[in-house]
C-alpha cells in the first residue's frame, strides 16, 4: 500500500523554530512536495524537493532524504499567520504517462503568543 | 478571475438529488484533478484529466461522473449520494509535466448530503 506519515499536530511559540517530519512508503517516488492550508482555505504550494539535500525558499525550508524515505520541512521565526495545517505529497507515476500527488494526513501547526 | 475557481461554494443535497460541482482554471495549465478531503485523512485522488483525457480513476464509485470538456474546464456530477460522501471537495490544476511548482487549488466545494 502507500502511506505517507505526518504528527498529527505541532505546537510552537512566536518566533521558534519548528520541523514537521513527513515518511513515506509508496510504490513509485519522484519528489516530495508541501502544501499549506488555512482553515477554510485552498491548499498552497510550498515547495518541492526531487533530490536529496535541503531547499531555502524564505522563511521555510525543505529536506529529503530518499534512503530514509523521509522528508521534513523546517518553518523559521514562526509568525502567528503560520497556524495552519502542511501536507507532505509524494509525486508518483499516474496513468497513460502522467504524474499524481499521493498526500499526508496533514499536521496542524499551532503557533502561540 | 485568476487561479482556480470552484463553484458553488456550500452544496447541501439530499441522497436522491442530482447537482453538479464546476472548476475552471485560469491559469493555461494542462492537467486538472479532483480531490476528496474529509476529516482526518488524506485528500483522496479522485479522477485525473490530462489534456482533456481522464488518465486516473482511482477507484471513485459511480455515483461521481467527471466531466472534462476543455482543459480550463472540471465538472464532478453527483447523484444518489450517500451521507458519507460529504467531505470538501477539491479541484486542481498544474502544468504538467514541469513539477517545480505544485498544483494550484481551488478553494473548494463543501459538500453536505442529507
Known amino acids: 500500500g502507500q502511506s505517507l506519515e505526518q504528527p498529527s499536530e505541532v505546537t510552537a511559540v512566536e518566533g521558534a523554530i519548528v520541523q514537521i517530519n513527513c515518511t513515506y512508503q509508496?510504490?513509485?517516488?519522484?519528489?516530495l512536495s508541501w502544501y499549506q492550508q488555512h482553515d477554510g482555505g485552498a491548499p498552497t504550494f510550498l515547495s518541492y524537493?526531487?533530490?536529496?539535500g535541503l531547499e531555502e525558499t524564505g522563511r521555510f525550508s525543505s529536506f529529503l532524504s530518499r534512503s530514509d524515505s523521509y522528508g521534513y520541512l523546517l518553518l523559521q521565526e514562526l509568525q502567528m499567520k503560520d497556524s495552519a495545517s502542511y501536507f507532505c505529497a509524494v509525486r508518483d507515476r499516474g496513468g497513460r504517462g502522467t504524474y499524481k500527488y499521493i498526500f499526508g494526513t496533514g499536521t496542524r501547526l499551532k503557533v502561540l503568543a | 478571475e485568476t487561479g482556480v475557481t470552484q463553484t458553488p461554494r456550500h452544496l447541501v443535497m439530499g441522497m436522491t438529488n442530482k447537482k453538479s460541482l464546476k472548476c475552471e482554471q485560469h491559469?493555461?495549465?494542462?492537467?486538472m484533478y479532483w480531490y476528496k478531503q474529509s476529516a482526518k485523512k488524506p485528500l483522496e485522488l479522485m479522477f485525473v484529466?490530462?489534456?482533456?483525457?481522464?488518465?486516473e480513476n482511482n477507484s471513485v464509485p459511480s455515483r461521481f461522473s467527471p466531466e472534462c470538456p476543455n482543459s480550463s474546464h472540471l465538472f464532478l456530477h453527483l447523484h444518489t449520494l450517500q451521507p458519507e460522501d460529504s467531505a470538501l471537495y477539491l479541484c486542481?490544476?498544474?502544468?504538467?509535466?514541469?513539477?517545480?511548482?505544485?498544483?494550484?487549488f481551488g478553494s473548494g466545494t463543501r459538500l453536505t448530503v442529507v
Open positions: 491559469l493555461g495549465h494542462n492537467a
Open positions: 486542481a490544476s498544474s502544468q504538467e509535466p514541469t513539477a517545480s511548482y505544485g498544483y494550484t
Open positions: 484529466y490530462n489534456f482533456k483525457e481522464q488518465t
Open positions: 509508496t510504490s513509485g517516488f519522484y519528489g
Open positions: 524537493n526531487a533530490l536529496d
